[in-house]
């Protein structure tokens, strides 16, 4: 009879160096962190990248979790960060707007019936750089302001004006598909 571990079991194994944990640990995770990095990343072949220097991250940081939350909400942070710096890396972070750009637009509701997925993910992986990390890390992953600010070395302020911009992007694509239109050739 094969036993079943939770991911927090799996930790003690991985501190250990365990080859047996570390796979079981990245079955037990990798389609969660892989939808994860694809919704920074803007293409798959990029979000395995992201996946892959994720767990290396794990693995050699994993003696340094202090217990402090959830395992998997530890490793979750990882994934962020290094997608964030994979970003940075390619010098990607270039649609930074400015506080004054920031507009209020009365909100609207859509039909979503028909709305999959993977339309949204799509979607989400056409937005520019700057608005797709913090929409992600706003409206996804539940980082404030403060948070991302201090995360990606910009202000309150920008994040603010990124996430306002992000979901007037969206907005304007779901717009598009409500009336059947193919938001994938429809550029801004």
């Known amino acids: 009879m094969k036993q079943l571990y939770t991911i927090d079991d ?18 037990a995770i990798a389609s969660k962190m ?16 992201m996946l892959q220097n994720g767990f290396i991250k794990v693995f050699q940081c994993v003696a340094g979790f202090r ?29 930074t707007i ?17 709305l999959e997925v993977r ?8 937005l520019p750089d700057g608005y797709r990390i913090v929409f992600n890390m706003y409206a996804l992953e539940g980082y404030s302001h403060k948070e991302i600010a201090e995360a990606l070395s910009i202000s309150e302020g920008a994040s603010k004006s990124q996430l306002s911009r992000a979901r007037a992007w969206l907005k304007s694509k779901l717009v598009m598909l409500e009336r059947g239109g193919n938001y994938g050739s429809y550029a801004e």
């Open 34 to 49: 892989f939808n994860l990095c694809l919704r920074y990343a803007t293409s798959e072949m990029e979000a395995e990248d």
């Open 67 to 95: 217990g402090e939350g959830s395992f998997e909400g530890w490793i979750r942070k990882i994934f962020v960060n290094t997608a964030i710096e994979m970003i940075r890396k390619n010098q990607r972070m270039q649609n």
């Open 10 to 27: 799996l930790l003690e194994g991985c501190r250990r160096g365990e080859r047996k944990a570390q796979e079981s640990l990245y079955r």
């Open 98 to 114: 400015s506080v004054d750009a920031v507009f209020d637009e009365e909100q609207q509701t859509f039909d979503m019936e028909g």
């Open 119 to 126: 339309d949204l993910l799509a979607l989400i992986q056409q």
